[in-house]
C-alpha cells in the first residue's frame, strides 16, 4: 500500500466537493429509496445520513454523554443516535442539514480533514453501492483516502485480508500480498472497511470472501 501526506486544504476541498454532491445525489432520491437498505448492516439511507450528518448536530458534550451510555461503545452509540434521529427527521430535515454544513469543519478524533473525507466517502458508498446507483466517486478523492489509511486503521475494521492483495483497476494501488482481488479503488475501500459488496464488482479467485451472496443463492 502507497501511503503520502495529504495537504490539509486539499483534503478540505475534497471533503466539500464530496458532501456537495452526495447532497445533489441524495435529492434526486425517491421517498421509498429513503427507505431501502445500504452496505450498512441494519440501516437504510435515512440512518447513513442521520449518522454522517451527527456530528453537525451533536455537540461534544452531547457525544460524551451518549458514550458514556453506550457502556463507551462507540458503535453502539452511533448506531442508537442514528436510528434515533432518522425517527424523528424526515428525509428533507437530514438533507438540508447535510446541504447547511457541506463546508463545517468537524474532523473524527485523530483523523484530520482526510478522516472527515473518509468518512464522508465511505458512508456515501454505503448508500450509492447498496441502492446500485453505479455512483463512481472521483478516483483523486479516493487516492486521499487512501494515502491518509494506516494499518492501524485497516486493522480497525477488523476485516480479515490474509492471503489476498487488493488491486485496483483504476489507480497505481495494491494492498497486501497473495491471490489477487481486484476492483475499482472505491470497491476496495469496502471491502477493507469490512462491506460485502453486490456480485460484479470485484474479480478474482477470493472475490466470493467480499461479495454478497445474489438473490438465487440466499
Do not use: Y
Request: aromatic letters at 4%.
Amino acid at each position: 500500500m502507497r501511503n503520502s501526506a495529504v495537504g490539509d486544504e486539499a483534503a478540505r476541498a475534497a471533503v466539500r466537493a464530496e458532501r456537495g454532491d452526495q447532497a445533489d445525489l441524495l435529492a434526486a432520491l425517491r421517498p421509498d429509496q429513503w427507505d431501502a437498505a445500504t452496505l450498512c448492516d441494519g440501516w437504510r439511507v435515512r440512518e447513513v445520513v442521520a449518522h454522517t450528518t451527527m456530528p453537525f448536530r451533536q455537540s461534544a458534550g452531547r457525544m460524551l454523554v451518549e458514550l458514556v451510555k453506550a457502556g463507551g461503545n462507540f458503535n453502539r452509540m452511533a448506531d442508537r443516535l442514528a436510528r434515533h434521529d432518522a425517527s424523528r427527521m424526515s428525509s428533507a430535515d437530514l438533507l438540508a442539514v447535510l446541504r447547511a454544513n457541506i463546508a463545517h469543519p468537524w474532523k473524527p478524533p485523530g483523523g484530520g480533514a482526510v478522516g472527515a473525507l473518509s468518512h464522508d466517502v465511505i458512508h456515501g458508498l454505503d448508500i450509492t453501492v447498496g441502492l446500485g446507483l453505479g455512483r463512481v466517486v472521483p478516483p483523486e478523492r479516493i487516492a486521499m483516502v487512501f494515502a491518509g489509511m494506516t494499518s492501524k486503521n485497516i486493522a480497525f475494521f477488523g476485516t480479515d485480508l490474509t492471503g489476498v492483495q487488493l488491486r485496483a483497476t483504476d489507480l497505481d494501488w495494491t494492498h497486501g500480498t497473495g491471490s489477487p482481488v481486484t476492483g475499482r479503488a472505491q470497491d476496495l475501500l469496502l471491502v477493507i472497511c469490512g462491506r460485502r459488496l453486490p456480485p460484479g464488482h470485484l474479480e478474482g479467485a477470493a472475490a466470493d470472501r467480499f461479495t454478497a451472496p445474489g438473490p438465487q443463492e440466499r
